[in-house]
């Protein structure tokens, strides 16, 4: 199967393409920086500099590309808009829409997608925690458009992953004692027992792209932070 993975350069989206490779698809990842790209290559079919959030470079992308079998959507701008709605700017609020939901809806209008797309929202769209309005509003509005999508696309399937806290360079913002600390405290609030890893959330990715009846899902890989709320 010819596999996309826009934002497979690292964390969720890099397990994704080494998890898919090992299956024997033929994946190209997407992604920005040229280093990252440059380190993932030989690991996979192809590695492509795509912002994700230029409409341009996203239909020329897919122009090139012709048809595939399924998409990911794996890339965000990271942690942007985090803090309480009076604290926050209204434009990194924006730039969370922009660089993650507008994004996602543009690749999907663009890309021919002939068996499935999955996206990956976040544990937030479904939560009450302080200081993630951004992060709940642009997530929360990703998990909405996969029932639309699933009907409107079919039989192309739509789906999402939806995961808690996973192990990857988003958190790289925080220095490393207090991503520790906040690592070992979130792990501990959830029957898992730890936070996620990028392998966790690349194999429910594996079976939403795996499953032909799965459709209109929206998956939780979230250690149980759902239930221990
Ligand atoms: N880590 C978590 O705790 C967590 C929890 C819930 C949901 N998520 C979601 O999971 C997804 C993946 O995050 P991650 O944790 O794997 O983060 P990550 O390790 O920082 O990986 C992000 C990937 O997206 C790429 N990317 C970022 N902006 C891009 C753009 N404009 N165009 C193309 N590629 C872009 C990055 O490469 P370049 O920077 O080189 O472009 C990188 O390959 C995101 O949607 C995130 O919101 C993460």
């Not at 699933?150 to 992953?161: F, I, K």
Request: aromatic residues 6%.
């Amino acid at each position: 199967m010819r596999i996309v993975i826009m934002g497979g350069t690292s964390g969720i989206g890099l397990a994704a393409a080494e998890h898919l490779t090992a299956e024997g698809h033929e994946v190209t990842v997407t992604g920005r920086d040229p280093e990252r790209l440059a380190a993932v290559k030989d690991r996979v079919h192809a590695a492509e500099s795509v912002d994700g959030a230029s409409v341009e470079q996203v239909a020329a992308f897919f122009d090139r590309l012709g048809s595939i079998d399924h998409l990911v959507l794996a890339f965000s701008p990271g942690a942007v808009g985090i803090g309480n709605l009076r604290e926050i700017d209204l434009a990194d609020l924006r730039a969370g829409f922009d660089g993650k939901l507008f994004a996602y809806l543009s690749a999907i209008q663009k890309a021919r997608v002939s068996g499935s797309i999955t996206m990956v929202s976040a544990a937030s769209a479904r939560a009450a925690l302080p200081g993630t309005v951004t992060l709940a509003a642009v997530n929360g509005a990703i998990e909405r458009i996969v029932p639309p999508l699933a009907a409107e696309l079919a039989p192309v399937r739509v789906n999402a992953v939806s995961p808690g806290i996973v192990d990857t360079a988003w958190w790289s913002f925080l220095p490393p004692d207090q991503r520790e600390a906040q690592f070992a405290a979130a792990g501990q609030q959830v029957p898992a027992g730890r936070v996620g890893t990028g392998a966790d959330v690349a194999a429910a990715i594996g079976y939403l792209i795996g499953n032909d009846y799965a459709t209109g899902v929206i998956l939780p890989v979230d250690g149980g932070f759902t239930v221990a709320r």
